[in-house]
């Protein structure tokens, strides 16, 4: 399972044109039996709806934390809204991919 902690502001808003970093903590479902630690991470992010992706930086924390970082374009340059696809896989092969479409607005 995958949870994010994006500091946004009230109106779930991210400064554009500039560094951004946030965090992706995984987990298992409750009676989960197998491996439990997440191998891998890839994280991208769009600003046009998906229609096209870049990747972010991802590093691994502790106990199942990734720290993402990326630079958001200055507002113009996007369509106002930053998208995320996330996959996460462990060492049997398990995979899940994520996508939100339009995750959160820039100002």
Same mark, same amino acid.
């Given at each position: 399972?995958?949870?994010?902690?994006?500091?946004?502001?009230?109106?779930?808003?991210?400064?554009?044109?500039?560094? %951004?970093? %946030?965090?992706?903590?995984?987990?298992?479902?409750?009676?989960?039996?197998?491996?439990?630690?997440?191998?891998?991470?890839?994280?991208?992010?769009?600003?046009?709806?998906?229609?096209?992706?870049?990747?972010?930086?991802?590093?691994?924390?502790?106990?199942?934390? %990734?720290?993402?970082?990326?630079?958001?374009?200055?507002?113009?340059?996007?369509?106002? %809204?930053?998208?995320?696809?996330?996959?996460?896989?462990?060492?049997?092969?398990?995979?899940?991919?994520?996508?939100?479409?339009?995750?959160?607005?820039?100002?």
């Amino acid at each position: 399972m995958l949870g994010y902690h994006v500091p946004l502001d009230l109106l779930n808003r991210a400064p554009a044109g500039g560094d %951004f970093e %946030f965090a992706v903590r995984t987990s298992r479902p409750k009676g989960y039996a197998g491996p439990t630690e997440v191998a891998g991470m890839k994280v991208s992010v769009s600003y046009d709806d998906g229609a096209t992706w870049e990747a972010a930086r991802v590093e691994r924390g502790r106990a199942g934390e %990734f720290t993402v970082r990326t630079h958001h374009p200055r507002l113009t340059a996007t369509n106002g %809204f930053v998208s995320l696809r996330v996959e996460a896989w462990d060492r049997r092969g398990n995979r899940t991919v994520q996508t939100i479409e339009r995750a959160y607005f820039l100002r």
